[in-house]
């Protein structure tokens, strides 16, 4: 029985869309927010694409005999666009990340709510320091998802989408060998990310570890020192502390293969 039931999903072993339709529920109530965190992102990827064609027309107008009327001109639309590229951007940065925080301590909550409902032996073979992990690790996990990697994602999509519409205005055929070449590079992207998902995950299991290990530990603090074990648990905590590092820098590893692909 999973400690999230209904209001969290287990650490994923796979791409579960229900996982995401109970995220959702979470987000209904602050719908006005997130919609004015997306129009904020159409507006900042908008400009962005904009500033491009802005440049453009101040390098020719530079350049070539255009008047210093016209150049100024440019120059201003190249300022206007900067700064509401600026405010747009912290818009849509306070928006998003303001309601992941939100959302999140709604989350927080409704699964405490639901931790303390749960019938006494499911504490007996779950160990409270993974419970306890689930509730601000996993969480935070998710905070930093909906906080900033859903709004980053889109905010490529649209980059994406928009920069292909002005390349095939600007050149087609030039447009045409780019997207040829698009799945040598999209396709080991993909499957570098599907690590990346494996690799979270056992990191997550391996921080776990060390928090079922430290909360039982100074649960029975009494028991340790009476037994005189504790030589015995430095040691067991180290294996665990090495082991959750290996498995973090083992996902860094493959973040950066990925960042670098």
Not at 33 to 43: N, P
Not at 44 to 50: D, F, I, P, S
Not at 215 to 234: C, F, G, K, N, P
Request: hydrophobic share 50%.
């Amino acid at each position: 029985m999973s400690i999230f039931a209904d209001h969290l999903p287990e650490r994923p072993g796979g791409r579960d869309p229900a996982q995401f339709l109970r995220l959702a529920r979470f987000l209904l109530p602050y719908k006005r927010r997130v919609a004015g965190a997306i129009a904020s992102l159409l507006v900042a990827a908008g400009c962005v694409l904009a500033l491009g064609q802005g440049l453009k027309h101040v390098i020719d107008a530079g350049f070539g005999q255009a008047s210093a009327a016209i150049l100024d001109a440019a120059l201003a639309g190249v300022l206007v666009l900067a700064v509401l590229l600026s405010v747009a951007t912290y818009a849509r940065f306070y928006l998003m990340m303001s309601t992941g925080e939100r959302v999140i301590t709604d989350i927080r909550r409704a699964v405490f709510d639901h931790i303390l409902a749960l019938a006494p032996g499911y504490f007996e073979t779950t160990r409270t320091g993974e419970v306890i992990s689930r509730l601000t690790n996993d969480t935070t996990l998710l905070q930093a998802v909906i906080g900033y990697g859903f709004s980053l994602a889109l905010r490529n999509a649209l980059m994406l989408a928009g920069a292909l519409v002005l390349l095939l205005v600007t050149n087609l055929k030039l447009t045409l060998v780019v997207l040829a070449f698009a799945p040598l590079v999209v396709l080991p992207v993909i499957a570098v990310g599907r690590r990346v998902h494996s690799t979270s995950r056992l990191s997550q299991d391996r921080v776990a570890d060390v928090s079922a290990f430290v909360d039982e530990a100074l649960h029975e603090i009494r028991t340790v020192q009476a037994y005189v074990h504790e030589d015995e648990s430095r040691r067991e905590f180290g294996k665990l502390a090495e082991a959750a590092y290996e498995a973090g820098v083992r996902r860094i590893g493959v973040r950066a293969l990925l960042i670098g692909a």
